[in-house]
C-alpha cells in the first residue's frame, strides 16, 4: 500500500468522486453554522465502502491516484477547497455530474456530510480507470484541475461559486486564528 496527500497536484487531472450523496446534514458543520435543524444523520452503507475502500488502495498502490480526500466534515465544498488549498491549484466542477442519490438544494449538494465518500485526482491517461470503477461503483468524472488559482463549480451552466484560491486560504486561515 502507498499512502496519499489530499492537495490536488497537477493541472489538468481529473477530479472524481467515489460514492453517492444523500441529503444529510443532521449535525454538519454546515447545519450549525447556518442554524438548519431537522434532517437525516449519515448512514454507513459498510459492503459498498469496503469495496470502494479496496479499489482506492489498490489504485494508491499501483500509484494511479495523485490526490484523495475524504467528504466528511463540510462535505464536498469544503473538501475541493482544502485540495485546492494544499496544492495551491483551481479546480472547475461540475455540480450536475456529483452523484445525487435524491433531489436536493445546492446547499445540500455542496455541504451534505454522507459517510464513505472521497474525492480523487487522477492523470488524465488513467481517467479510463476510474471511469470503468464506474461501472460498479459509485464513481463520477466532476471536473479537472486547473492552473487559474480559481475553485469554480458550476450547475445548470450556470457559476454558483468562484473563489481564488488565495481567498479560500484566508477565510480557512482565519477559522483557525483565536
Not at 29 to 48: F, M
Not at 65 to 90: N, P, Y
Request: aromatic letters at 4%.
Amino acid at each position: 500500500t502507498a499512502a496519499q496527500t489530499s492537495d490536488f497536484k497537477q493541472p489538468g487531472d481529473a477530479i472524481y468522486v467515489l460514492g453517492g450523496t444523500w441529503r444529510e446534514m443532521a449535525g454538519s458543520e454546515a447545519a450549525t453554522e447556518l442554524g438548519l435543524k431537522g434532517g437525516r444523520v449519515p448512514h454507513v452503507d459498510a459492503s459498498n465502502a469496503m469495496l470502494r475502500y479496496r479499489a482506492v488502495n489498490a489504485l494508491m498502490g499501483q500509484r494511479s491516484i495523485s490526490a484523495c480526500h475524504d467528504c466528511s466534515d463540510g462535505g464536498l465544498a469544503v473538501a475541493l477547497a482544502e485540495m485546492c488549498i494544499g496544492g495551491r491549484l483551481g479546480a472547475n466542477i461540475d455540480l450536475d455530474a456529483v452523484p445525487a442519490m435524491e433531489d436536493m438544494t445546492l446547499t445540500e449538494l455542496l455541504y451534505s456530510e454522507s459517510a464513505s465518500r472521497l474525492i480523487v485526482s487522477v492523470r488524465p491517461v488513467l481517467a479510463m480507470i476510474l471511469d470503468m470503477l464506474g461501472s460498479w461503483q459509485i464513481c463520477r468524472r466532476i471536473g479537472t484541475v486547473t492552473d487559474d488559482n480559481t475553485l469554480t463549480m458550476t450547475r445548470g451552466g450556470v457559476t454558483v461559486l468562484q473563489e481564488s484560491v488565495d481567498d479560500l486560504t484566508t477565510a480557512f486561515k482565519r477559522t483557525l486564528d483565536w
